[in-house]
C-alpha cells in the first residue's frame, strides 16, 4: 500500500461521538490494518477498555513493570485504556544509579569511542527506513490519534517528520556534529582545538502534545553527541515513545545507552535533584520551567510555552489564503501547540476584506467526527469560558465565533471540548496594565485573540510583542520589504516566519525550531539546535614543543 493510499484510506475510518462509535470504528480500522510492526507490543487500533495497553519502564537495559499502575483514561470517552508502570520516589534508586554510571566526559566524544558516532548515523538510517514504511507510519500515526487526538494528516506531518530528521542524520552527518577546529598558536607545537563535548547524564523531560516528534528528536540529539538521558515523556502519551524506543532497538540502539521512566512532577523533580545530572532538556509550561531553573541551579534548557503573535501587514492580498492559514495555525490539534496562534494583529486596511467571516467559516467547518476538533488535555471547558467571560468584560470586547461547548460527545469533564473560538478586543484596551496580564494568558486550546491596529498604532502593536514574556514562534504576514524590515529589526521570537504565506505553526525538521530572547532557550530539530542543547564547548592547547634552542631558566615573574 502506498503512503498516499494509506493516507486517503484512514481519513474515512473517523471515530463516531454517538453511541458505539468507538468500538465500530476500531473494528473497521483493526479490518484494514489488522497486524503491527514486529518491534510493537501494542496494536493501536485495538488499545481501549477491553483492550488496555500496557507502558513499561526502561532502565540499566532492561525493561521493567511496577508495584503500582497509573490508569490513563481516554480522551475521546473516558474509559480506562492505557496502564503505565508508574515509579514513585522509593523506586527512583535504579534509575539514579544507572545515570550515575555515566562520566561527565559522556559515552563517547571526539576523543573517546569515535565509532560510536558512526554507529548511530547507522541506527538512524535503519530507523529512518523503518519510519518510512506505511505499516509502521500508519502504526504511529494511529497511536498517536489514540493518545493525543487529532486529525490524521496531522499525526502523520509529525510521523513524516520525525522520519526526516532521521534521515537527515544518517551516514556520517552524526559524526559531522561533533566537527572541531584549530587555531594555529604562538609557538611550533602550539595548537588550540576546539570540540563540541557532551555532558554526560542528562535528562529530558517532553509534554503530550507532539508525543513522538519532540522526545525523539531531543532523545536522538543527545544520544548522538554522546551525552546518556533518561527520558520523561507526559504519562497521557508516553506509550508512543515506549514503542518508539523498542523500533530502535530492533535498529540497533543499545538498551543500556537511555533509560526511559514514568513518574508524576513530583517524583521526576526528586529524581533530578537527586541525580543531580549535569544538563536537562524541558519543553512544556512556562511555570514548570522556572522551577525547574531554580531547582537546578540553572543547568537547564528551556523550550517553554509561547504566547504566539501574528502581525498582518498593510498590503492586503491572498485574503482566502491567510484565512486559511489563521484557522490552521490557531486551531489544527485543538489549538494545543505551543507555536499555535494566540493573537491576531490587523492592519486597518484588512477591515473590509471579509478575514473574519472566512475564518469563522473555517473554523465552522472543524467537527469531532475527524478530529479536526476534539479533546483539550490540559484546560477543562470551565476553565476556557471563565477565561473568555472574564475577557468580554473589557470594553470594547466582543465574541467573534466561538465560545459554546462542544455537543454530542462523550469526552470526560477532566478534559476540556470547546468550539473554535475568537475574542476581538481593541489594541488600546490590551495595552493598559490591569489588563495586558490577562489577555496574554496562554490557553492551551482552540482559542485566540484578534485585534486591529490603525497605520499611526504599529507602534502599539510592537509594545505588546516586547511585553510578552515567552518569545517562541511569530508570523509578519506581509509582501512588503519595508514594513518586514521595521518589524523584524523590532521583534525578537525565535522561529519567525515573513512573507504572505507567513505562519506561527510548523516545526519541519529542515529549519530551527525554538524561542529567543532567553540564554537557556532550546532548539530542536537542525545540527544547530543539536550542539547548542546536547554539547558544551571544550577547549584543548596542544603544547608539545620543541623548546626553543639553549632555553634558560628565566628570572621570577
Not at 493501536?44 to 503500582?68: D, F, R, Y
Not at 545515570?99 to 576523543?111: I, Q
Not at 551525552?227 to 504519562?235: F, G, M
Not at 510548523?506 to 532550546?522: C, E, I, K, L, T
Amino acid at each position: 500500500m502506498s503512503r498516499l493510499l494509506s493516507r486517503r484510506g484512514i481519513t474515512s475510518i473517523a471515530p463516531r461521538f454517538a453511541g458505539n462509535w468507538l468500538s465500530s470504528s476500531l473494528f473497521l480500522a483493526s479490518r484494514i490494518h489488522s497486524s503491527s510492526p514486529p518491534f510493537a507490543t501494542v496494536a493501536a487500533v485495538e488499545i481501549s477498555g477491553s483492550h488496555p495497553a500496557e507502558v513499561q519502564n526502561l532502565v540499566q537495559g532492561k525493561w521493567t513493570g511496577s508495584n503500582s499502575w497509573n490508569w490513563i483514561i481516554d480522551p475521546l470517552n473516558g474509559e480506562r485504556f492505557i496502564k503505565v508502570a508508574e515509579v514513585h520516589e522509593a523506586d527512583i534508586e535504579p534509575f539514579v544509579e544507572s545515570l550515575s554510571k555515566c562520566p561527565k566526559y559522556g559515552l563517547h566524544n571526539p576523543l573517546r569511542s569515535p565509532e560510536r558516532y558512526v554507529m548511530y548515523g547507522d541506527i538512524s538510517a535503519k530507523a529512518a527506513n523503518m519510519l518510512a514504511q506505511p505499516e509502521v507510519s500508519d502504526f504511529f500515526t494511529r497511536l498517536i490519534q489514540r493518545v493525543s487526538p487529532k486529525s490524521y494528516n496531522q499525526a502523520l506531518a509529525e510521523v513524516t517528520v520525525s522520519q526526516k530528521f532521521l534521515e537527515n542524520f544518517s551516514g556520517d552527518q552524526v559524526r559531522f556534529l561533533a566537527r572541531s577546529f584549530a587555531v594555529p598558536g604562538n609557538h611550533l607545537g602550539q595548537q588550540s582545538h576546539g570540540y563540541r563535548w557532551p555532558y554526560g547524564p542528562v535528562a529530558i523531560v517532553t509534554p503530550f502534545n507532539f508525543p513522538l516528534e519532540i522526545p525523539l528528536l531531543q532523545l536522538m540529539g543527545a544520544l548522538y553527541m554522546g551525552n546518556k538521558p533518561i527520558l520523561k515523556v507526559d504519562s497521557k502519551v508516553s506509550i508512543v515513545m515506549e514503542q518508539m524506543l523498542r523500533l530502535l532497538h530492533e535498529c540497533g540502539l543499545p538498551k543500556e545507552d537511555t533509560d526511559f521512566i514514568n513518574a508524576d512532577g513530583i517524583t521526576m523533580n526528586r529524581f533530578l535533584l537527586k541525580a543531580n545530572l549535569q544538563m536537562t532538556l524541558f519543553t512544556g509550561s512556562s511555570r514548570v520551567a522556572e522551577k525547574l531553573a531554580a531547582d537546578l541551579k540553572g543547568r537547564v534548557k528551556l523550550e517553554d510555552a509561547g504566547f504566539d503573535w501574528k502581525i498582518l501587514g498593510p498590503d492586503v492580498q491572498e485574503v482566502d489564503y491567510v484565512a486559511w492559514v489563521c484557522d490552521q495555525d490557531a486551531y489544527a490539534c485543538s489549538g494545543q501547540k505551543c507555536s499555535a496562534q494566540s493573537i491576531l494583529f490587523m492592519h486597518e486596511n484588512w477591515a473590509s476584506s471579509g478575514l473574519i467571516p472566512k475564518m469563522k467559516n473555517l473554523a465552522g467547518r472543524r467537527k469531532l467526527e475527524d478530529l479536526t476538533i476534539g479533546p483539550v488535555l490540559t484546560v477543562t471547558t470551565e476553565t476556557m469560558r471563565e477565561h473568555i467571560e472574564k475577557l468580554l468584560e473589557i470594553p470594547g470586547a466582543k465574541l467573534l465565533f466561538g465560545g459554546e461547548p462542544l455537543e454530542n460527545h462523550s469526552i470526560p469533564k477532566v478534559y476540556g471540548a470547546l468550539q473554535p473560538t475568537a475574542v476581538f478586543i481593541p489594541i488600546r484596551e490590551i495595552l493598559k496594565d490591569y489588563n495586558f496580564e490577562l489577555v496574554t494568558r496562554e490557553i492551551f486550546g482552540p482559542f485566540q485573540i484578534i485585534t486591529d491596529y490603525k497605520q499611526d498604532e504599529l507602534q502599539m502593536v510592537l509594545d505588546a510583542c516586547e511585553r510578552m514574556h515567552a518569545h517562541l514562534t511569530a508570523a509578519l504576514v506581509s509582501n512588503d520589504p519595508l514594513f518586514l524590515q521595521d518589524v523584524l529589526g523590532r521583534s525578537v521570537n525565535g522561529t519567525t516566519y515573513a512573507g504572505i504565506r507567513a505562519r506561527t505553526t510548523g516545526a519541519p525538521q529542515n529549519h530551527w525550531f525554538g524561542p529567543a530572547g532567553d540564554p537557556r532557550g532550546a532548539g530542536i530539530g537542525t545540527p544547530e539546535a543539536i550542539k547548542l542543547v546536547w554539547s558544551c564547548h571544550r577547549e584543548i592547547i596542544f603544547d608539545i614543543g620543541p623548546l626553543p634552542t639553549h632555553w634558560e631558566l628565566p628570572p621570577p615573574t
